[in-house]
């Protein structure tokens, strides 16, 4: 039986999250059957995977609160609840002010609200900005998780190296850019 | 509690010296009956200090340049160090690393007594030149770096030097009589008094440890008190508690009150009561004059100007106007309704304050002489508020979403900033996977804070900053400071 990790690894290098997810499938059923295959290709099953739906090993964009999730505009939102946060991780209103678990708007000894901080899109501002270079979202792909259809997106850059700082994959990406790092989100239909 | 259990803990370290081949031959070197004993004893003890001071001293310094890159974290390192060094002391176990090297023998011979004994005092308060008797003193020297403050490396050093010399000072006189002789005899026969002075390190040891994770909250800072806005003139610092305004001199444990919303600058005080704003005399709060102000939230004060803050229709107005002629009223700055301008500092004709909006943040700098003002600060991912100044140099806050920290640094735009207070997240993060996924992911998960950083100040020695509760009510704030 072939080294099926070190083909992956090899072919993971080399060429597009489609193509290689194609080849990976028609070589891994010459090698272990069709059940193996989709038993790896599911997404959330890999071991590598680390929120639903995505289904390879890029990671994930840098964001304020931990998971990807952003809003449709791209701006940060709390995973858990999906929740607006600014820059800082903290709640915020719908004028960017600090609020606490009861959405009260957060005062400092004086009755005043604390500063705002800016809030800025995840891909085309913070990652730019780390990159220092322009960052695009090209395509995306949806899938069902947790009962509503989930939008995955690639944060697109002209780079070689991903976030995780080996070679970075073709994905849902165009123009010759590759992926940088991950990004969800999540929309409000069942499936 | 801290820093007196690290100093007993430093002078027993240094008598459990005593038991090193340099302790016994420096007992033996100036034992009377020879001359000027006594000269000698105080050479060593002198020596043994300043030694000690130097090493604990140069340690703390390299302590405040490794913070300043951000990589300490004494809350969770400290009480890990001091805990290994209780057991290791606690089983009696055989010192690693050693250092197998002593004094200059030859001094003795070439060089007036007490001048060598002198030396070799500086040689032995050094620590690092000789015989090391005890896991201690490694755990101090650790323990040290970690908690970066010079002021406390040097009692450290001075007490470990101490327990170096009184030993000596005490044995030595009478070494050459039975009574003497029966005490090194006892000293050179009993390995058990070195046991019970290393189990005696081991209780300091572990004393360290829960005082260390009594300040995780504040990492090195000391607790100054509930309350907030603090700001300095010389060794005063005022701020205003829940009670009511609080004045301290840093050199005093005693406090007095003084009217809350209060700042100090040069030898002047002021503070506002409602609208209107006094300012007085520091020294005995005699009326200089009382302005009204309305909308007026934040002021600062100095020998020759005073600056306030007002909000009106959410619109908030820095003014500034001489004390010499209050009426004449200049505006500095108008933030427009989404951003907000920061509580005032000044020092002298410097002033600065923040301004942040949904954009970004700068730390804006006025003279106020020349009225000329630059940016020397800003950000557009990082919020940068809640300056103060002092002789050039700018202490602010800067907030990410992974960490909060106290910088300081010149109060130009080049030059750079160090890092001397730093605490947590100011929100919570998640653990960068959904539940039942992989854990495979470099996300950053940094433990949130329990404050807030706000307002600031800076005296010559030492910086103050106020602490609110990231969840809660503002009046819950606390004061802190940390040395410069």
Redesign the interface.
């Known amino acids: 039986m072939p080294d099926v990790a070190a083909l992956t690894d090899e072919l993971a290098a080399s060429t597009s999250r489609r193509g290689f997810l194609a080849r990976v499938s028609r070589m891994l059923a010459l090698a272990a059957g069709a059940g193996a295959v989709s038993a790896l290709v599911r997404p959330g099953e890999a071991d590598a995977f680390h929120f639903c739906g995505h289904i390879y090993t890029t990671d994930s964009c840098p964001h304020p609160t931990g998971l990807p999730r952003v809003d449709a505009g791209g701006f940060p939102l709390r995973a858990a609840d999906g929740h607006p946060v600014d820059d800082l991780g903290r709640a915020v209103n719908a004028n960017g002010q600090p609020v606490d678990g009861n959405g009260r708007v957060m005062l400092d000894p004086d009755g005043r609200p604390l500063p705002s901080a800016p809030r800025t899109q995840v891909c085309q501002h913070g990652v730019a900005a780390r990159l220092n270079r322009p960052t695009h979202i090209d395509g995306a792909w949806y899938r069902c998780c947790g009962g509503h259809i989930r939008k995955l997106i690639d944060c697109c850059a002209y780079t070689r190296q991903r976030i995780n700082g080996d070679a970075a994959l073709t994905g849902y990406c165009y123009a010759g850019r590759h992926v940088y790092c991950v990004m969800y989100y999540d929309t409000k239909i069942p499936c | 509690m801290l820093t007196v259990t690290l100093i007993l803990v430093a002078f027993v370290a240094g008598v459990t010296g005593t038991w090193s081949p340099c302790g016994f031959s420096i007992i033996d070197t100036i034992s009377a009956p020879r001359r000027r004993t006594t000269a000698s004893c105080v050479a060593f003890a002198i020596g043994a200090c300043a030694g000690g001071a130097v090493t604990f001293a140069f340690l703390a310094r390299i302590g405040t340049a490794v913070r300043g890159t951000g990589g300490l974290h004494p809350a969770f390192t400290a009480p890990v160090i001091a805990l290994a060094a209780a057991i290791t002391e606690a089983r009696n176990a055989a010192i690693l690393p050693q250092i197998r090297r002593q004094v200059p023998e030859h001094w003795r011979r070439v060089l007036p007594l007490p001048v060598a004994v002198g030396l070799y005092g500086v040689l032995l308060g050094l620590g690092f030149t000789t015989f090391v008797l005890t896991f201690a003193f490694w755990a101090l020297v650790g323990l040290t770096v970690l908690l970066a403050t010079p002021l406390i490396g040097v009692a450290v050093g001075i007490a470990f030097g101490v327990g170096r010399a009184l030993p000596v000072a005490l044995v030595a006189p009478v070494a050459h009589l039975p009574v003497g002789r029966r005490i090194v005899d006892a000293m050179a026969q009993r390995p058990a008094l070195v046991s019970v002075l290393r189990r005696a390190e081991a209780v300091g040891m572990v004393a360290i440890a829960v005082a260390s994770f009594g300040v995780t909250a504040v990492g090195a800072a000391t607790k100054v008190g509930a309350g907030?806005?603090p700001s300095t003139s010389g060794s005063v610092v005022v701020w205003?508690s829940p009670g009511g305004g609080i004045e301290r001199d840093e050199g005093a444990a005693t406090t007095a009150a003084v009217p809350p919303h209060a700042a100090v600058g040069g030898s002047m005080i002021a503070w506002r009561d409602g609208e209107t704003v006094q300012v007085a005399q520091l020294s005995d709060l005699t009326e200089v004059f009382a302005v009204d102000v309305p909308g007026v939230?934040?002021i600062a004060v100095s020998d020759t100007w005073l600056v306030t803050r007002a909000?009106v229709a959410g619109i908030d107005t820095l003014a500034v106007r001489a004390l010499s002629s209050p009426d004449d009223v200049h505006t500095l700055a108008t933030a427009p309704r989404?951003s907000?301008l920061?509580r005032p500092a000044l020092a002298g004709s410097e002033l600065v304050y923040?301004v942040?909006?949904?954009?970004?943040?700068r730390i804006v700098a006025v003279d106020l002489t020349t009225s000329k003002s630059r940016v020397v600060r800003r950000s557009?991912?990082?919020?940068v508020?809640n300056p103060s100044v002092l002789g050039g140099t700018l202490v602010y806050d800067r907030?990410?979403?992974l960490a909060q920290v106290v910088e300081i640094g010149p109060l130009t735009t080049t030059g750079r900033d160090r890092v001397v207070y730093r605490t947590g997240?100011?929100?919570?993060?998640?653990?960068?996977?959904?539940p039942?996924?992989?854990?495979?992911?470099?996300?950053?998960?940094p433990r949130p804070a329990k404050w807030?950083l706000?307002t600031t100040a800076l005296s010559t020695s030492r910086v103050y900053v106020?602490l609110?509760p990231r969840?809660g009510s503002?009046?819950a704030?606390q004061l802190v400071s940390v040395s410069r």
């Open positions: 907030t806005d205003t939230d934040a909000r989404a907000q920061g923040h942040v909006s949904s954009a970004g943040s557009s991912s990082a919020i508020t907030q990410t979403d997240a100011p929100a919570v993060h998640d653990v960068g996977h959904e039942g996924y992989s854990h495979r992911t470099r996300t950053a998960q807030t706000w106020t609110l969840t503002a009046r704030a």
